[in-house]
C-alpha cells in the first residue's frame, strides 16, 4: 500500500469523529461505504465548475459535463475489465441493476415451464425481481442450498440448473455471511444449459478484482455507495450480444434513434437503457471513487481486510456465547461477519456496541429467506473495509465481552 493507514484515514474525516464519548468505530461498510475528500471535492468541482445535462448541449459546459461522464464510464469499464464501455450501464445502483436485467431480459425470454434458479444467500435484490417474474410467467424458482459452513453447495447447483433453466441469479459475496461463491464455475454450468447467470456484484466489486471476461458472466450489477461513491449510482454490466436484443427498461430522453407520431427507434448501447437525465454527478463521484482505489490498489484492500479478518475471526470464535455464522476459517472470508450473543436480541447488541462508539448493522440484512434457512430471526453484523485499522478490530471485540459481561451471557 503506499499510503499508511494514517494518510489512508486522514482522506476521510467522517472517521475521525467521536460517537457517544468514543472515537468512531464504523465496522457497517457492507451497508455502505464513507466517501474520501477526493470524491466529495470532485462532486464538488462539476457542480461548481463543469455542471450541465450530457449528451444534448453543444456549449462548453455539457460539451464537459458529457466528456466527464464518459471518462467516468471508461474509469468503470476497465476497473471491471469489460472489453467495451457499450457494455457499462449507469443505474440508480445494484437494485436498479438487477431489476433492469429482470424486466427486460428476463420479460423477453422466461415462459411457463422455464426454471430460474437463485441461492439461498440472496438479498431480496436478488430475490425479488426473479420470485415475482416467475410468478408473473407461470415459472418455478428454484434454491441452491447451502453447505453446512454457508458456501454455496456445488453439488446442488449442479442438480438445480437444467436445461429448463433459463436463468441462473447469484451472489458473488454474501452480505450476511461473507461467503465468496464459485461464481465462474456456475457461469460454465449454466452455459452448459443454455441459461445466462446474472452476478451480484455489490459485496465484490469494492473488496477484490472483478474480472468480466474471466469470470464470464453475462450480467453483473453493482452499486457505487458500497465502494467510496455517491448514493444513487450504480452499474448494470452486461454482454453486448445479450444488450442489443433485449428491449428498453425505461422510455424518455436520451434513449432513443428517432420518435414519430406512431413509433420509435432505439440509441445504440448503452444509452438505449440510461433514460432521461442521469446521475451525472454521482457517475463522475463513482469515477473519482475508482481512482482513488486504485492508488491504493484493489488487490491491496484485499489483502487488508483479509488482514483484519484474521485479526478478529480467532477472537470472536473465542468468545464464549458468541456464535459466528458461515465460514468459520478467515480465508473463506470477505470483511462482513455475522454473529449473536447468546439470546440477546442483535438490535440490542448494537445498540450496546453503539454506546461503544462500535457501529454494526443488526437484523435480517434484507435476506429474510437466507435467515428462515439458518433458522434465525436476525444477526448482528460487523463489515470491515480497508480503513479500518486492527484497532478498530481489537475495539469490537472488547466491547462485545462488555456487552457479554453486561448482559451475563456465557460464562464470564
Ligand atoms: N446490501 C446491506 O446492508 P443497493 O441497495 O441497491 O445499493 O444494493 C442492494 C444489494 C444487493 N445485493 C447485495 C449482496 C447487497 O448486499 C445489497 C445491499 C446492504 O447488506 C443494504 S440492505
Known sequence: MVKSINQIRDDFPILSQRVNDERLVYLDNAATTQRPTSVLNQVLSFYQTDNANVHRGVHTLAERATS???????????????????????????????????????????????????????????????????????ATLKYIGLTPDGQLDMADAANKITDRTKIVALTHASNVMGTVTPLKEVAKLAHQHGAVLVGDGAQAVPHMQVNMQELDVDFYAFSGHKMLAPTG????????????????????????????????????LPYKFEAGTQNIAGAIG?????????????????????????????????????????????????????????????????????????????????????????????????SFYFYNTNEDAKRLVDALKEAKEFFRIGTI
Open 68 to 138: 466527464d461522464y464518459e471518462a467516468a464510464r471508461e474509469k468503470v469499464r476497465k476497473f471491471i475489465h469489460a472489453t467495451d464501455t457499450a457494455e457499462v450501464i449507469f443505474t440508480k445502483g445494484c437494485t436498479d441493476s438487477l431489476n433492469l436485467v429482470a424486466a427486460t431480459y428476463g420479460e423477453q425470454n422466461v415462459s411457463a415451464g422455464d426454471e430460474i434458479v437463485i441461492s439461498i444467500m440472496e438479498h431480496h435484490s436478488n430475490l425479488i425481481p426473479w420470485q415475482q417474474l416467475a410468478k408473473k410467467k407461470g
Open 233 to 268: 449510482i450504480g452499474v448494470l454490466y452486461g454482454k453486448r450480444e445479450l444488450l442489443d436484443r433485449m428491449p428498453p427498461y425505461q422510455y424518455g430522453g436520451e434513449m432513443i434513434g428517432t420518435v414519430t407520431e406512431q413509433d420509435s427507434t432505439w440509441a445504440p
Open 286 to 382: 463513482l469515477g473519482a471513487a475508482i481512482d482513488y482505489l486504485n492508488t491504493i490498489g484493489i488487490k491491496q484492500v484485499a489483502t487488508r481486510e483479509q488482514e483484519l479478518v484474521k485479526l478478529v475471526l480467532p477472537e470472536l470464535l473465542a468468545i464464549d456465547g458468541l456464535t459466528v455464522y458461515g465460514p468459520q476459517e478467515p480465508e473463506r472470508h470477505t470483511g462482513v461477519i455475522s454473529f449473536n450473543l447468546g439470546n440477546l436480541h442483535p438490535h440490542d447488541l448494537a445498540t450496546a456496541l453503539d454506546m461503544e462508539g462500535v457501529a454494526v448493522r443488526a437484523g435480517h440484512h434484507c435476506a429474510q429467506p437466507l435467515m428462515n434457512y439458518l433458522g434465525l430471526e436476525a444477526t448482528a453484523r460487523a
